[in-house]
């Protein structure tokens, strides 16, 4: 069973929000968190399971850009909900495109403020991977 855990306590611990996961093996790979209490997009670099760590860009996102991933976020999470109990299957996820209307526009919204800048810093570390993806 998963644990959960009080957000509020998370971050009196130094952690940060993180509000979408774009992608993940072995850890998150692209998304969207807090970054000093402000939000900003997150993209792993040179992935290497061997690595001790990882580098990611890191690029601050706009209040819009906020919005619209949430809701896209909102999306998928629902239909997560409806997967996760039997409801609709695989083939039904908002992500592999000509699902959800709303969710593909998002995509199309979204694109430009993915893309990290040709300048954008390189951060942090995080942790060991612990496979191939």
């Known amino acids: 069973m998963a644990e959960t855990w009080d957000e ?3 971050i009196a611990d130094g952690f940060e929000r993180v509000y979408v ?3 993940w093996c072995d850890g998150p790979r692209a998304g969207l968190a807090d970054v000093d209490g402000v939000p900003h997009y997150f993209e792993g670099k040179d992935y290497d399971a061997a690595d001790e760590a990882d580098e990611y ?9 906020l919005a619209l991933e949430r809701e896209q ?3 998928f999470a629902r239909w997560n909900e409806r997967f996760e109990a039997g ?3 695989q083939d039904s996820q908002p992500g592999r495109g000509g699902t959800n209307a709303r969710y593909d526009k998002l995509d199309v919204l979204l694109a430009p403020h ?3 800048p040709d300048k954008a810093p390189r951060s942090g570390s ?3 991977p612990t496979s191939d993806c």
């Open 73 to 75: 976020w909102a999306i």
């Open 21 to 23: 996961e774009l992608e």
């Open 8 to 10: 509020a306590r998370l």
């Open 87 to 89: 409801m609709v299957n």
């Open 126 to 128: 995080y942790g060991q």
């Open 57 to 65: 860009n890191v690029w601050a996102a706009s209040e819009d850009a």
């Open 114 to 116: 993915r893309r990290a």
